[in-house]
């Protein structure tokens, strides 16, 4: 092999790959399992947090015309006695083990869909083998105490089926299993942090019981999800995944495998096996690229990907080549066959140095690959990716939005550094590129409420006693009282669940002023712009990535009274005016505790409980909170937020994220609407306007 200056040997130079890596068959990674290993769950494993083995989608058994299915999760399994996973020793090895599941006939009796509704040969007909005749009787055994144990079930609600052939209020509907689109993308992440959020609670206040507590959220949230089928995109597939938009961000692996973006947990190289004429090939179906192997270049449309396998042996002391196998076998075929690789890009969190957030950057194709030295001196293959052209910029322009905020890049209908004038923690910039208006009507900028009314419903008396700052699970703080018993957010400051009413503490309690449950007082904690928008007047719109439940900021202004807002029959009419009395669509956020199953039955309201309407003119004192924008599919809520000033208790608007927003997106909420015959008089059909949202779900007006 001849090596040039860089020690670099492209494949344009003809490489002998042979002599610097072994080449194996692919048939030959299959794994071999050795007879005494029966199924990939330990048998001493935690009950009620399995281990995910794979992300493929089981497979199912027809079941016969008629025959009405029994669900069975895998905490019942373990709750049936004489089960058959008390037998799993005595199970034959098998390629693919099929698991068992139950049908209740009309007749109340199982029936085995291969074995012509004979019980007994219930164990035979699903693998098709040949069984002793003392495993048939332990079959039959098996389903006579599971069909005693179904009977004495009392709680149906998690085991049956939803109405109508339906899937349940948290699944997935059956026919968006293999191919998704944004509505089941959406809710199955939604789904997904909801159950992460609820999980990080109860860990910061220990409530989890000691034998399932585990640091790691993101993977029991997911685990909840995998048992339940809340996934979406199974089938397998290279290319564009239905549903998921470039510039789509996660902040957690697991989000990209419970939406088929990438399969693969821990690997970076996504692939699978595939037919090519009469041979089976192996083809790599995307990458993420971590930012922590030199993988990134000047282009950032450009993508130099290394190889996976270590290149060192830690154990014998010795240099080693990477190997073509697995991914790197995957990649090298897609590059000869010309394959889209999708590839997705990850960057340190700035507000959490030891996590990532990973944005979907598009489709790829494989243009040149090498090998190289490592410093250790072992061979790394290394893939040269280049973006296709024509889709919409996500991680260049998210590289760049990173030069604008450190002021090392300048940008073109850049008006003003700080709207805020200094009020703000950090500035929010004035941006304007599509005409020449010089910036929004003048108004004083306040981070809060102006002449607020005070509301009776906490006594000042009745501040908490908490000495530095409220401790998650402390039942004798006050605040946490008021809120139900839970501390409304995360140690990151993530809001866990929509509340009819949200307690935080205020003067009036012995906290430190930076106490955890003050969040939506202290302002701006992401970088925020006002844009002016194409057709819809100035807008606002996010620098940074924002996590799901992340304080936005509050709808700040000058509470008025309703009389003066029928005044603007006579005079102009206010376009920033806020009302809690408006009719707004419902949606779910908060957790499903059948998903989660933490044992409680106390399912909190999101209907929001509001002492009297709050109404909020911000046309002249306001914040950025002014400048968002109706949607009816929106990226931001409203929830109301009480807490204590000067003696006196004030309710407040606190917006928040309602999923994970990508840099440069527009930051909406929906406005709702006014009935007819509504008590703000006879302006209210003159508030009503056409909706420019343009979303699948637009209602055609707000206001």
Known sequence: MEENNNNTVHASDSVD?????EAKPLRSLAPVLPNHIQSCFPANYPSGFPPFCSFEKPREIPIPKGVEEIAVDAKTAEEIPGSAKEKTRETPVAANVTPIRFYKSSVDEEVNPRGGGDVNLFSKGLNCDEFVDDRVKRGAQNIQNCKEFLKRKKNKKTREAGVDGQSSSVGVNPSLNDDGNHESVNHVLMTFDSVRRRLCQLEDSKELNSSLSIKRADLRASNSLTLKGVKTNLRRRAGAVPGIEVGDIFFFRMEMCLVGLHGQSMGGID???????????????????????????????????????????KKDKHVTDQKLQRG??????????????????????????????????GLYKIQDSWIERGKSGGGIFKYKLVRLPGQKSAFAAWKLIQKWKSGSASRNGFILADLSNGVESIPVSLVNDVDDERGPAFFTYFMSLTKPKPFGLVQPSLGCNCKASCLPGDLNCSCIQRNEGDFPYTANSILVSRKPLIHECGTMCRCLPNCKNRVSQTGLKQHVEVFKTRDRGWGLRTLDPIRAGSFICEYAGEVIDRAKVCQNDEGDNDEYIFDTSRIYQPFKWNHDHGLLGDGSSNVSSEDYTIPSPLIISAKNVGNVGRFMNHSCSPNVFWQPVLYAENNQSFLHIAFFALKHIPP?????????????????????????????????????FFG
Do not use: W
């Not at 790959?17 to 890596?21: A, G, H, N, T």
């Not at 075929?333 to 999708?342: G, K, L, M, N, P």
């Open 328 to 361: 790197n076998l995957a990649l090298d075929r897609s590059a000869q066959r010309h394959d889209e690789v999708r590839v997705i890009r990850g960057l340190r969190d700035a507000t959490n140095r030891s996590a990532k957030i990973y944005m979907y950057d």
């Open 17 to 21: 790959k042979s002599r610097i890596v």
């Open 664 to 700: 440069m997106a527009e930051l909406t909420y929906d406005y709702g609407f006014v009935l007819a015959g509504h008590a703000e008089g006879s302006s209210a059909h003159r508030r009503k306007m056409k909706c420019l949202c343009e979303s699948p779900k637009c209602r055609g």
């Open 271 to 313: 692939y699978m096996s595939i037919k090519d004429g009469s041979k089976e090939d192996t083809v790599a179906l995307s990458v993420v690229s971590s930012g922590v192997y030199g993988d990134d270049t000047e282009d950032n449309d450009v993508l130099v990907y290394s190889g996976q396998g270590e290149n060192f042996n």
